[in-house]
């Protein structure tokens, strides 16, 4: 999803473009009676009006063209979830509710990839496990296109996608301890210190993570910035409702953030080693997209973590 715009992203991870009246019209959010909602253009989720605490995304460019365009005109009906909105074309009405066993039109695992960029990750998750459902979550418009026209091309049937604001999915759109498994993989670092405040994964993410999950359920995450790595991992290590899969592994020299200290690439260099650890092995389901080869390139540290509901 979320791609890093600092390390060369995949796709741009969303877009402050104010609409034309042509497309406000056509994307008005409507509410669960079918009545239309208008939207204001420059009022988006981007500047996070219509909320209490500033959003994690910035939306960059939404318009289609070309066989996106022709992906999203012949199978959004049928894989890009209707939600009713609430305020703007990403948000959900507080009052719908996702019924997967309806969507797949069967019972089996539902798996949701929050920021799901163009589709790689997922995609190749549903062809590897035709057992399972699964939900991309994305707000730009042109890389649910592009999974739509993955999804197509592989003939998958157990694979949705729908454009919305991840923490509203969470907090009301998917029911309570309905989802097995959660993956937030390189969400948008915001680096900056001025912006640390809009990264997706902090102290009031882990709840909304915890309710839609069952029991025993996963949480997967991965990131290229080791500030952000830190503090996801402190985030979990704080929830009551958490536990770390790998709580004091690959510690010392063996620690992905150790590797960072030494290298300096994305903070200050320092040979002091990480005895802390907590670091989970390189979640064997996620694909190596265009976008990890890239952060390889530019010589960053990978890190992944696996939290458990309890």
């Not at 979320?2 to 994307?27: F, K, L, Q, Y």
């Not at 770390?244 to 320092?270: F, I, K, W």
Request: charged share 25%; aromatic share 8%; proline share 7%.
């Amino acid at each position: 999803m979320s791609e890093n715009p600092a390390s060369g992203p995949e796709t741009p991870e969303t877009s402050t473009d104010a609409a034309a009246p042509a497309d406000v019209a056509e994307r008005a959010p409507r509410t669960l009676d079918g009545s239309a909602r208008p939207i204001t253009p420059g009022s988006q989720a981007a500047e996070g009006t219509y909320r209490a605490q500033p959003v994690s995304f910035v939306r960059r460019g939404t318009r289609l063209q070309g066989r996106r365009q022709q992906a999203w005109d012949d199978h959004s009906d049928t894989l890009a979830v209707d939600v009713p909105r609430h305020i703007s074309d990403t948000s959900v009405h507080p009052e719908y509710t996702f019924d997967a066993e309806a969507e797949f039109g069967r019972t089996a695992p539902l798996v949701i990839e929050i920021g799901s960029g163009l589709g790689d990750a997922v995609v190749n998750a549903a062809k590897e496990n035709p057992d399972k459902d699964f939900l991309a979550v994305e707000v730009y418009t042109p890389g649910l296109a592009q999974t739509i026209q993955k999804i197509v091309s592989n003939e998958l049937t157990n694979v949705r996608v729908v454009q919305a604001n991840a923490p509203e999915v969470l907090s009301s759109m998917l029911a309570a301890g309905s989802v097995s498994e959660v993956w937030v993989f390189f969400p948008d670092p915001w680096h900056k210190t001025k912006h640390n405040k809009r990264r997706m994964v902090k102290d009031t993410f882990a709840p909304l993570v915890a309710r839609v999950l069952a029991p025993g359920g996963i949480w997967r995450l991965a990131t290229d910035w080791s500030g952000y790595a830190e503090q996801i991992l402190e985030v979990g290590a704080a929830s009551a409702d958490f536990t770390n899969m790998h709580d004091g592994e690959r510690a010392g020299s063996e620690s992905p953030l150790t590797a960072a200290r030494l290298s300096g690439v994305d903070c200050e260099q320092s040979d002091e080693p990480d005895m802390v650890g907590g670091w989970a092995p390189r979640f064997d389901g996620r694909i190596l997209t265009s976008f990890e080869n890239k952060a390889h390139k530019a010589g960053r540290v990978i890190f992944d973590l696996e939290f458990r509901r309890n």
